[in-house]
């Protein structure tokens, strides 16, 4: 027996046809990533991470005076020296603030260029030093709020590009009105054997923190109970979306930051950065309003 499938009218499909900007897509490579914690990094070695895939090295270049390393500016590039590609990350950070690669001894400055080659005879040790194979690729970065943050373009086009992009910061830290009363801790960095989207759905997920955080953020036996999780900002694609649910509001700034808003004045400010696929990096903030605080107390 067949059986004839039913009838649709497709004249009475009454959905609006999508807008041309209802599925645009967000751009991975024009955005700031926070990568570390400042205060925990050595200023006198390379660290060597990872950002959507790729292997970079961050290092200090302030001297060395007397024995004492100085602070100077954080530069990243690509974790390869020109030469032969060996890790910069397995090289040292000289008296002198550059980069010495441990293979070669090549050393480069914080524009990647290189300012020794050892083994080049010295009447051609300028132009050799000039040539654009011995030039490190160098990715934009900046120091903000204690987190170096990494543009993941690199050359003169990402430093031009950077330059139009502000990075997701927390703003009570910023505001003139609010920022002298609140104040951030960082409670911790970790690598993540979780996808970025994994990570980001359970950051922005408000029930299971009552659960998962027992004594934290609430109480696993007497907290949970039905509630009805309330839009704040509407999802777009650079700016993210906020929602309303318990505990506090829920804020996603894209690509990176969570921040959870409680009552009280306490945010659990979360940056999750991408490194590689099925991996990430956690950098954890607890932001307190002084205020608020010390009229509870």
Not at 10 to 37: C, I, R, T
Not at 46 to 55: A, D, E, R, S, V
Not at 195 to 216: K, R
């Amino acid at each position: 027996v067949e059986i004839a499938p039913p009838e649709i009218d497709f004249d009475d499909d009454d959905e609006a046809e999508p807008s041309p900007d209802a599925h645009k897509q967000f751009d991975w490579m024009q955005a700031w990533y926070p990568v570390h914690v400042t205060e925990m990094m050595d200023p006198g070695r390379p660290h060597k991470f990872q950002l959507l895939g790729m292997n970079l090295v961050a290092w200090n270049d302030g001297p060395t005076v007397d024995g004492e390393k100085k602070l100077g500016a954080w530069h990243v590039m690509k974790d390869a020296c020109p030469h032969r590609g060996a890790p910069l990350s397995e090289g040292r950070v000289e008296d002198d603030g550059s980069l010495l690669c441990s293979y070669h001894a090549w050393r480069f400055n914080g524009e990647g260029d290189c300012t020794d080659l050892p083994y080049s005879p010295e009447d051609l040790q300028s132009r050799h030093k000039c040539n654009c194979r011995a030039k490190c690729t160098v990715f934009p970065s900046q120091d903000i709020d204690g987190l170096l943050f990494v543009w993941p373009t690199p050359g003169e086009k990402g430093m031009e590009q950077s330059k139009l992009k502000e990075p997701q910061l927390i703003e009570e830290l910023h505001d003139p009105e609010m920022s002298k009363k609140w104040i951030k801790f960082p409670i911790n960095l970790r690598d993540l054997e979780l996808g970025w989207d994994v990570f980001f759905e359970n950051a922005m997920d408000p029930s299971h923190f009552l659960v998962a955080h027992h004594n934290i953020t609430g109480n696993r036996y007497t907290d949970p109970k039905w509630f009805d999780m309330k839009t704040e900002r509407k999802l777009e694609t650079d700016t993210g979306v906020a929602v309303r649910g318990i505990p506090g509001s829920f804020d996603y700034r894209p690509p990176c930051l969570v921040k959870n808003k409680q009552d009280g004045g306490v945010i659990f400010a979360i940056y999750n950065t991408p490194t590689s696929p099925g991996k990430c990096r956690h950098i954890g903030f607890l932001v307190l309003d002084t205020e608020s605080i010390a009229g509870d107390s």
